[in-house]
């Protein structure tokens, strides 16, 4: 007999075992909830990421958007299952956050002091040949999204989860679910990403030149990224190739071996923020993790968990438009 018994009837079928799907079956686990999970297993843009959370982002230097609430939450349930899996996946990291210009560091430097940036700020620290400025941040680094991917569908299919049936559904599809056109306006955004071996530092995360290199161990990097809201599809571009090897120049050096060029599409919504929802067929929604779905899945996961269990409904920032109650 399970502790928690749903609000509705059936035995929920997940579908999707992104960050959002894989997110939401460790939740319902823990709750010891009975589930179904289903994947295409033809792609999704978590197989793709970097795993990156940077606690202070984008070209303002603004600390990303609830991070004060996601950020615990994200790292308690990455290493409860570092303890459950006996293996790592979230790799903390210091970050340098690089500035080319005297503009940009300007617009850095003026937000150093700042009560939701000064928490993340590290040492002083060396600013790499070709960079006006440079602060370090603490607190970042990268989950090895494709190794939780498949320990978690290890662990669910081992529990004969897997099925493609099961009611009501809970669609945490991606972008897939996006453009298919059943959640409103979207503008999802194709990205394209390196793995690269260099003889680099491995000592941070480099963030700066409009993009960043990921240190993974072993004498590799990823370096990203892309945006287009164009083409939507996963195929690597020459284009994309072009424009991520001069952020690699600029970021690590000149000096490097191509080892794998994949590209995959962001699910990001008109509001540019993760939300969760119910539409009129029943269907549970859960979409829109962005370009930041390691830092907000965990805790959107668990907000959906209470929605569809304990009939909490999460605040109207969170909730689809047009969901129903
Ligand atoms: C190049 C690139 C770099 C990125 N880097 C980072 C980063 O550094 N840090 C970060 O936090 N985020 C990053 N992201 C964003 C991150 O990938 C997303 O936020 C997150 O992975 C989205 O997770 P998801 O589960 O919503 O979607 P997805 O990962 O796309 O998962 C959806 C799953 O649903 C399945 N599916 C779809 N339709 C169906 C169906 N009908 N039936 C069954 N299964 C279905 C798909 O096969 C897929 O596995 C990056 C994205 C890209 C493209």
Redesign the pocket.
Known sequence: MMPNEMKSPGTPLI????????CLAWEFLRRGVPFRI????????????????NPITGKNFEPSWRIADFYPQAMAFYRSLEEKFGAAIWHPHPILRLASSEKEWAKISVKLDLPGVRPWLGAAHAVPTGFLGGVELVGGG??D?RKFLDLSADHFRELGLSADTGNPRIR??????LIAGSMGEHRSA????LTVRADWPETHIRIGAGG?L?PIGGGCFRV???YDWDNLNEQATPAGLGRITTIAAKLGGADFEIIAH??????ILRRSQPMVGKDESGDWL??G???????Y?PGMAAMLADWILDGVRPAPEFVFPDALS
Request: positive net charge; glycine residues 24%; aromatic residues 6%.
């Open positions: 579908v999707g075992q992104g960050l959002a799907g894989s289903a994947d295409l297993g033809t792609g999704g843009s978590s197989r793709v990421a970097a795993g990156l959370i990268w989950l999204t945490c599809e991606g972008a897939a679910g194709k990205g394209e990403i960043w990921v990203g990224s892309t994949v590209a995959g599409i962001r699910p859960f979409n993790l962005g370009s930041k779905g390691t830092l899945a």
